[in-house]
């Protein structure tokens, strides 16, 4: 739809009075969308009537089917019963180039313009039925006027002989529109002229003083009466923030008070925290659109002028960044761990690791001990609810739960909980589902991530963004800790598989590597905690009874080894070959060693033994015909001891 197309159908629909009755209102606004206007132009519309819900209107605008119903023809002629009279659209030359068209306001009938309805008019009295309805006997009537007994102008086909004209102003003081009161209907906007920005001042403004905001003129006697102060006439509830801007860009030091109806008061701050305004607001519990003349009305003058003085202003919002001192940082709580030193309370984590290395068995029996609040490795842990999630192995984890109670001489502990069914991180729906049945501030174990994103590229910068927003999703929703399960790539030695983002978007991360039966886990990544060092553990068959066949059943648990830190303990002679060879060749390690050695651990400094054996014998104080033989004694010996591993012609400290 072309601009000047929707521009015909804005001036249209600004033609028909909002104070419609609700079917004519309802298809004024089914035709408008079909005419390819939005809500915002529609709710606007609909807030000059008297009585405006918001809620209603945007309940009802979500009811109209697109494409059914009526047409945009249907908004053209309601506008057209009500005076207006539209411009055909133009067509456009293809052979011109596209400019923006010129949109001409809409032009009054002669004689509806409002300076002429105006110009008509005769003086208002106290004894108007809307004035005397309203309770306005006193009020200030010089810029109030009703339309002749004997004056022809209709609107929607109702005479408007008798009614109330309310002038409305642009903020130039030009006579922008009217409003009409009928004794008998509802307020009636002259067509053709919209209302937008437009107002009314009942009173004079004084400098220093209140100035209140009010939807419609009743409400506006009412404030003036109550206080002697002034009170702006908005035409509806949509009008007040054009009204309030152009106030305060007149007078920046204005004391604004908007006076919303009731349903509207959430909007009123909004708009008074925009503007620097107050807000007075109707006591809770009252009706729908009830408003300052209702209140005034029924509790009286006095108790409306209470009211108006407590107007405040909206709470200002917190400012998005907070400035520490260094007190604050002494008073912020400690970090909170779950496994002290190896994973928070709260956040994102990872146990990562090559095929087979017992990553999985490592973190079951790390969930166990989270749910029973055990000791783990020897750091000490806060129980927690764990909800693990098992999608690889799933046939086994029935015997790895057996073997563990096995092991351990007692059942499951109560707070661990088992997924077995299929589950994606890249469905959301499946994330929601999970988190509303998982206690809050669990222990979320996902085993293993490729499972639960199996179409995701882990190499793609947006697939590992889309993965991690949903992990960091599940993990505000449960208020804990998401533990991913994951491989290392071809390389075991470049960590984590996939895009670099998972490492660096993560809170702790623990690595698992295997040599040959030995296994250890050591910190990769962790919150003040210590990376680096290993702990070594192993995996200890369990006899779980026969099958349905006759087989034995078994499984594994894991268990801390000792073993390698009974060696590392064990002191090397005082002086010996030993203790020679092993001072040269640490800081050789450090400057020549070489990570990614097959057979070798992850990221474990590798020398090529007869370097090493070569390193060692210029070191030893000793016959130089004896040195490489005493030299390859000495390495020998400290890889029988365990201070050396050594494999296809390469050693690393253990």
Same mark, same amino acid.
């Not at 035709?31 to 519309?45: I, Y």
């Not at 594994?556 to 040269?584: F, W, Y």
């Given at each position: 739809m072309h601009l000047n197309d929707l521009e015909r159908a804005r001036a249209?629909?600004?033609?028909?009075?909002?104070?419609?009755?609700?079917?004519?209102?309802?298809?004024?606004?089914?035709?408008?969308?079909?005419?390819?206007?939005?809500?915002?132009?529609?709710?606007?519309?609909?807030?000059?009537?008297?009585?405006?819900?918001?809620?209603?209107?945007?309940?009802?605008?979500?009811s109209f089917k697109p494409g059914k119903g009526l047409e945009a023809g249907t908004l053209f002629r309601m506008a057209a019963e009500h005076g207006h009279h539209a411009d055909k659209p133009?067509?456009?030359?293809?052979?011109?180039?596209?400019?923006?068209?010129?949109?001409?306001?809409?032009?009054?009938?002669?004689?509806?313009?409002?300076?002429?309805?105006?110009?008509?008019?005769?003086?208002?009295?106290?004894?108007?039925?809307?004035?005397?309805?309203?309770?306005?006997?006193?009020?200030?009537?010089?810029?109030?006027?009703?339309?002749?007994?004997?004056?022809?102008l209709r609107i929607g086909g109702k005479s408007m002989a008798g009614a109330l004209a309310v002038p409305a102003y642009a903020a130039d003081g030009a006579l922008q529109s009217l409003q009409l009161i009928p004794a008998d209907g509802p307020k009636m906007n002259l067509p053709g002229c919209p209302m937008a920005g437009a107002s009314f001042i009942v009173g004079t403004p004084e400098p220093g003083q209140p100035l209140y905001l009010v939807e419609g003129i009743g409400a506006a006697w009412s404030c003036w009466q109550a206080t002697g102060r002034a009170a702006v006439v908005c035409f509806g509830w949509g009008n007040v923030s054009k009204v309030a801007a152009e106030l305060r860009q007149r007078d920046a030091s204005a004391r604004l008070v908007l006076v919303p109806d009731v349903g509207?008061?959430?909007?009123?701050?909004?708009?008074?925290?925009?503007?620097?305004?107050?807000?007075?607001?109707?006591?809770?519990?009252?009706?729908?659109?009830?408003?300052?003349?209702?209140?005034?009305?029924?509790?009286?003058?006095?108790?409306?002028?209470?009211?108006?003085?407590?107007?405040?202003?909206?709470?200002?919002?917190?400012?998005?960044y907070r400035l520490l001192s260094g007190a604050d940082l002494h008073a912020l709580p400690p970090l909170a761990w779950r496994v002290r030193g190896v994973l928070p309370t709260r956040g994102l984590a990872a146990v990562y690791g090559p095929s087979a290395s017992g990553k999985s068995f490592l973190a079951f029996d790390m969930a166990c001990a989270i749910a029973e609040g055990a000791r783990w490795f020897d750091c000490t842990v806060k129980p927690a609810p764990v909800v693990y999630v098992a999608l690889e192995?799933?046939?086994?984890?029935?015997?790895?739960?057996?073997?563990?109670?096995?092991?351990?001489?007692?059942?499951?502990?109560e707070a661990l909980a088992l997924v077995l069914q299929p589950f994606a991180l890249t469905e959301p729906q499946d994330v929601q589902e999970l988190a509303a049945v998982v206690p809050a501030g669990a222990v979320v174990i996902v085993d293993t991530l490729n499972r639960a994103a199996p179409l995701a590229d882990e190499n793609s910068s947006k697939d590992m963004g889309e993965i991690l927003q949903a992990a960091?999703?599940?993990?505000? #929703?449960?208020?804990?800790?998401? @533990?991913?399960?994951?491989?290392?790539?071809?390389? *075991?030695?470049?960590? %984590? /598989?996939?895009?670099?983002?998972?490492?660096?978007?993560?809170?702790?991360?623990?690595?698992?590597?295997?040599?040959?039966?030995?296994r250890e886990?050591?910190?990769?990544?962790?919150?003040?905690?210590?990376?680096?060092?290993?702990?070594?553990?192993?995996?200890?068959?369990?006899?779980?009874?026969?099958?349905?066949?006759?087989?034995?059943?078994?499984?594994?648990?894991?268990?801390?080894?000792?073993?390698?830190? #009974?060696?590392?303990?064990?002191? @090397?002679?005082?002086?010996?070959?030993?203790?020679? *060879?092993?001072?040269? %060749? /640490?800081?050789m390690f450090k400057a020549q060693g070489r990570a990614g050695i097959d057979g070798a651990p992850p990221l474990r400094l590798c020398l090529e033994l007869d370097a090493a054996i070569a390193a060692a014998a210029n070191a030893l104080p000793v016959d130089p015909d004896r040195k490489t033989e005493r030299a390859r004694v000495a390495v020998t010996g400290l890889i029988s001891r365990g201070v050396l591993a050594c494999r296809n012609g390469w050693i690393w400290q253990t």
């Open positions: 249209a629909l600004a033609a028909i009075p909002a104070d419609l009755p609700r079917d004519e209102w309802v298809r004024a606004g089914m035709a408008a969308q079909a005419a390819g206007l939005d809500f915002e132009t529609f709710d606007g519309w609909s807030a000059q009537a008297g009585n405006y819900d918001a809620r209603a209107c945007r309940d009802t605008w979500r133009q067509r456009k030359s293809p052979s011109k180039a596209v400019s923006r068209p010129v949109v001409t306001p809409p032009v009054p009938r002669p004689g509806m313009a409002p300076a002429d309805v105006w110009s008509r008019c005769e003086p208002a009295t106290w004894g108007h039925p809307y004035i005397a309805r309203k309770g306005g006997a006193g009020v200030p009537l010089d810029g109030l006027r009703v339309v002749p007994q004997d004056d022809p509207k008061e959430a909007d009123a701050r909004r708009i008074a925290a925009e503007l620097d305004c107050r807000v007075a607001t109707m006591p809770e519990g009252e009706p729908s659109n009830f408003d300052a003349n209702d209140y005034a009305r029924r509790e009286g003058g006095d108790a409306l002028a209470a009211l108006l003085d407590a107007a405040a202003a909206p709470p200002k919002p917190e400012p998005r192995g799933e046939a086994g984890f029935k015997a790895r739960a057996q073997a563990w109670e096995v092991s351990r001489g007692r059942t499951l502990p960091k999703a599940l993990q505000s #929703a449960t208020d804990g800790l998401v @533990l991913l399960v994951h491989h290392t790539g071809k390389d *075991a030695t470049r960590g %984590l /598989r996939g895009h670099s983002s998972l490492f660096a978007a993560l809170d702790a991360a623990i690595e698992v590597s295997r040599d040959g039966d030995r886990w050591k910190l990769a990544k962790a919150k003040d905690g210590e990376d680096g060092r290993a702990h070594p553990f192993r995996l200890v068959v369990q006899e779980l009874g026969p099958d349905a066949d006759g087989e034995p059943v078994t499984s594994c648990t894991v268990e801390a080894d000792t073993t390698t830190q #009974a060696v590392r303990a064990a002191k @090397l002679p005082q002086g010996g070959n030993q203790r020679i *060879a092993l001072d040269a %060749l /640490r800081p």
